[in-house]
């Protein structure tokens, strides 16, 4: 099955400072999404991207599908963006996203 | 607030047990998908269902089960349960017709001692 690969495993950083979250994976998908999942275990989609960019706000996404990566940008980052980032391609023809580990967020004040 | 309810948020099991697991979503959400995240792991993919049949199923075996009812909610049943099945368990649902974009709900935290 498809491979994900994502990286940080853990990044911390001061109110402010900005930061990009990285997310490869081994095969073609016909659908991405990145996820934000909250202390309580709340996991909220951030953006539905398959290909090409998307901004909300303070955070974008850009997939590279022929090269098989997605990146997460965060942008002046806020103590409420702590918790934990995933990526989650799916392949053509299947019926389950595939997650990565995460990239584990912490903003101190 | 994502429209997807589940239930009950919180619970405790023995070894060997059963236990039901239940999520319901907002209107014209067809498909329902389950996933189990492991402590400190992704979320994995346990099953889909698509009109009351299940249309996909991950690498889990047969003790764990599902069912979708003609209103599109639907539960997750383990049988026989296992130490190893404490996680947190989701439940995603896709709308009829619309972009495949899945909707988590907050998930059912099973600790099984």
């Known amino acids: 099955g498809i491979q994900v690969e994502q990286s940080p495993p853990d990044l911390i950083l001061q109110e402010g400072a900005n930061s990009t979250l990285r997310c490869n994976f081994s095969d073609s998908v016909n659908n991405l999404q990145w996820f934000h999942q909250n202390p309580w275990g709340q996991l909220i989609n951030l953006f539905y991207i398959p290909s090409g960019t998307k901004q909300n706000g303070r955070l974008s996404a850009t997939t590279v599908a022929t090269e098989r990566y997605s990146l997460l940008y965060i942008s002046s980052s806020q103590t409420t963006d702590s918790g934990v980032y995933f990526c989650?391609?799916?392949?053509?023809?299947?019926?389950?996203?595939?997650f990565g580990k995460g990239t584990k967020l912490t903003v101190n004040p | 607030e994502t429209g997807v309810t589940q239930s009950p948020t919180h619970l405790i099991k023995t070894r060997g047990q059963q236990v039901t697991l239940r999520c319901s979503s907002q209107s014209g959400h067809n498909t329902v998908s389950w996933y189990q995240q492991a402590l400190g792991q992704g979320p994995q993919f346990i099953f889909q269902y698509y009109r009351e049949e299940e249309n996909g199923r991950g690498n889990f075996p047969p003790r764990f089960s599902g069912l979708q009812f003609p209103n599109y909610s639907s539960e997750l049943n383990v049988n026989a349960l296992e130490l190893d099945d404490s996680a947190l368990y989701l439940c995603?649902?896709?709308?009829?017709?619309?972009?495949?974009?899945?909707?988590f709900g907050a998930g059912s935290r099973l600790t099984v001692l």
């Open positions: 995603a649902t896709k709308p009829r017709g619309g972009a495949n974009v899945l909707t």
């Open positions: 989650a391609p799916r392949k053509g023809g299947s019926e389950k996203l595939v």
